[in-house]
């Protein structure tokens, strides 16, 4: 057995964590709570500054764990990469979004195994767990680190592990969501899954290859991408047909194999799965190939928030009245319910597209009190008044917060388009629309 696995066995390793977001914190915690000593690495001093403190700044992660293994010396945060040195095991999770032609922009990655080699040293183990493009590990990563003098598979050991957090998932959290790991040698692939092994409550699956371990991730959201692309499609043709949608979705979920229910909505968010597909895209042209089907569902999800807009127009014209200069009151900004997360919201889009279009948007979400857009702040209503739902000519619901009283919203909107079925409950339904 490497001294470095038995190490790990013994908890008398130190593990470090680049990034310090959605993936980076909990991940560091986790890895805190199951014993080890942890040094966070980030670019931005206040999150440096928050961890230090043990303030929390994430929704999944658990004040109180965090206040804890802060003060236990078990959790450390430092925009210092020096400090490397004194790690045993890093795993990176930094960004990886698009740039401004939808291209990969894999600098976050970059940046920091350029900022990590100096301190690579003999015996270390380097995890990536942002998600990229199948031969990002091998292709990108690995020239980088061995620009140390050391040998990967050698000296250092290398692997590529998925990250999968739900943000706002009750049940699966970091700690119990099973693993997968792809090293660039069997020994890699061993050492990082041990790991895993000693910080999480889930089985490890063990892959052949880093770029198997990435496209494996493509592939989870990718998957999700297609088949809300697909129900998006079939929702507005029900619109059309007369068809509503949501109750066919229910019919087929009767069925107990062979169908997993998706649902429409106003357009895809997150930072993931609107962009991963992109990044498989991108790849596969260096193969001369056209990844025809997600790039359809993308355009098809690309257009929601357009078509949530003309619905819009559509439910006001039935009243006899025009969205130019139409009060609307948009309820959720959030990319899904119950997280505080607007990255790539369709809702911010559904927004932009009704104020194009002379509407005067206000906004209510429980979670976020107000967000940037194209450089600017915009706030939204204190709380969610019967005065504020009488006042709006429509209210237009695109994130199915559960902090929502439903029945209130109903009880005082004049007209309500609901672009998530969130009022299914509400048994008076004259004044609402459905996607
Ligand atoms: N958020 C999710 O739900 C989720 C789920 C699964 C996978 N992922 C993937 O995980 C990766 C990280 O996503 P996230 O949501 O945690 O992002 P995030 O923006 O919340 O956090 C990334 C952190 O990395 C820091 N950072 C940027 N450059 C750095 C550098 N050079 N050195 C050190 N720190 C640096 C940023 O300051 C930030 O705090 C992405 O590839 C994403 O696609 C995210």
Same mark, same amino acid.
């Given at each position: 057995?490497?001294?470095?696995?038995?190490?790990?066995?013994?908890?008398?390793?130190?593990?470090?964590?680049?990034?310090?977001?959605?993936?980076?914190?909990?991940?560091?915690?986790?890895?805190?709570?199951?014993?080890?000593?942890?040094?966070?690495?980030?670019?931005?001093?206040?999150?440096?500054?928050?961890?230090?403190?043990?303030?929390?700044?994430?929704?999944?992660?658990?004040?109180?764990?965090?206040?804890?293994?802060?003060?236990?010396?078990?959790?450390?945060?430092?925009?210092?990469?020096?400090?490397?040195?004194?790690?045993?095991?890093?795993?990176?999770?930094?960004?990886?979004?698009?740039?401004?032609?939808?291209?990969?922009?894999?600098?976050?990655?970059?940046?920091?195994?350029?900022?990590?080699?100096?301190?690579?040293?003999?015996?270390?183990?380097?995890?990536?767990?942002?998600?990229?493009?199948?031969?990002?590990?091998?292709?990108?990563?690995?020239?980088?680190?061995?620009?140390?003098?050391?040998?990967?598979?050698?000296?250092?050991?290398?692997?590529?592990?998925?990250?999968?957090?739900?943000?706002? =998932?009750?049940?699966? &959290?970091?700690? /119990?969501?099973? %693993? $997968?790991?792809?090293?660039?040698?069997?020994?890699?692939? @061993? +050492?990082?899954?041990?790991?895993?092994?000693?910080?999480?409550?889930?089985?490890?699956?063990?892959?052949?290859?880093?770029?198997?371990?990435?496209?494996?991730?493509?592939?989870?959201?990718?998957?999700?991408?297609?088949?809300?692309?697909?129900?998006?499609?079939?929702?507005?043709?029900?619109?059309?047909?007369?068809?509503?949608?949501?109750?066919?979705?229910?019919?087929?979920?009767?069925?107990?194999?062979?169908?997993?229910?998706?649902?429409?909505?106003?357009?895809?968010?997150?930072?993931?799965?609107?962009?991963?597909?992109?990044?498989?895209?991108?790849?596969?042209?260096?193969?001369?190939?056209?990844?025809?089907?997600?790039?359809?569902?993308?355009?098809?999800?690309?257009?929601?928030?357009?078509?949530?807009?003309?619905?819009?127009?559509?439910?006001? =014209?039935?009243?006899? &009245?025009?969205? /130019?200069?139409? %009060? $609307?009151?948009?309820?959720?900004?959030?990319?899904?319910? @119950? +997280?505080?997360?607007?990255?790539?919201?369709?809702?911010?889009?559904?927004?932009?597209?009704?104020?194009?279009?002379?509407?005067?948007?206000?906004?209510?979400?429980?979670?976020?009190?107000?967000?940037?857009?194209?450089?600017?702040?915009?706030?939204?209503?204190?709380?969610?008044?019967?005065?504020?739902?009488?006042?709006?000519?429509?209210?237009?619901?695109?994130?199915?917060?559960?902090?929502?009283?439903?029945?209130?919203?109903?009880?005082?909107?004049?007209?309500?388009?609901?672009?998530?079925?969130?009022?299914?409950?509400?048994?008076?339904?004259?004044?609402?629309?459905?996607?």
């Amino acid at each position: 057995m490497s001294a470095l696995k038995q190490r790990i066995k013994d908890r008398s390793v130190t593990l470090g964590v680049v990034g310090l977001g959605y993936v980076g914190l909990p991940l560091a915690v986790e890895k805190a709570k199951a014993g080890f000593h942890v040094i966070g690495f980030d670019v931005q001093k206040e999150k440096v500054d928050m961890v230090n403190r043990g303030h929390n700044y994430i929704g999944d992660v658990v004040n109180h764990d965090l206040e804890e293994i802060v003060r236990s010396g078990h959790l450390k945060a430092t925009m210092d990469f020096a400090a490397v040195a004194s790690c045993d095991c890093v795993c990176i999770a930094v960004p990886t979004p698009l740039d401004e032609h939808q291209q990969p922009d894999i600098s976050y990655v970059r940046s920091s195994a350029e900022s990590i080699t100096p301190y690579v040293h003999k015996d270390m183990l380097i995890i990536l767990e942002s998600t990229t493009y199948p031969g990002t590990t091998e292709e990108l990563l690995r020239p980088i680190l061995e620009k140390s003098g050391l040998v990967c598979g050698v000296d250092f050991y290398l692997a590529f592990s998925p990250e999968r957090v739900d943000p706002g =998932n009750a049940i699966y &959290k970091t700690r /119990n969501t099973p %693993k $997968v790991v792809g090293g660039l040698t069997p020994e890699c692939t @061993d +050492i990082a899954a041990t790991l895993y092994e000693a910080v999480l409550e889930a089985p490890v699956h063990r892959v052949s290859s880093p770029a198997v371990a990435e496209m494996e991730k493509i592939l989870e959201n990718t998957y999700r991408n297609v088949n809300i692309g697909l129900i998006n499609e079939l929702a507005i043709l029900c619109d059309r047909m007369g068809i509503n949608i949501w109750e066919v979705i229910e019919a087929a979920r009767s069925k107990p194999y062979g169908f997993q229910a998706f649902y429409p909505g106003p357009g895809l968010g997150g930072h993931c799965i609107p962009l991963d597909p992109y990044y498989l895209s991108w790849k596969a042209r260096e193969f001369g190939f056209h990844t025809s089907m997600i790039e359809s569902s993308m355009v098809i999800n690309d257009r929601m928030p357009e078509y949530c807009c003309q619905r819009s127009m559509r439910a006001l =014209n039935e009243q006899k &009245k025009a969205l /130019n200069g139409a %009060k $609307v009151l948009v309820l959720g900004v959030a990319y899904k319910q @119950d +997280i505080d997360d607007y990255r790539e919201s369709p809702a911010l889009r559904v927004i932009e597209c009704l104020k194009h279009s002379g509407a005067e948007v206000s906004f209510y979400d429980p979670h976020i009190p107000r967000y940037r857009y194209e450089n600017r702040q915009y706030e939204g209503l204190p709380a969610l008044t019967a005065d504020a739902l009488e006042q709006s000519d429509l209210v237009i619901i695109t994130t199915a917060h559960t902090a929502v009283d439903y029945d209130f919203v109903a009880d005082h909107a004049r007209l309500i388009f609901d672009t998530k079925n969130a009022m299914k409950n509400v048994a008076y339904r004259d004044n609402i629309r459905l996607l």
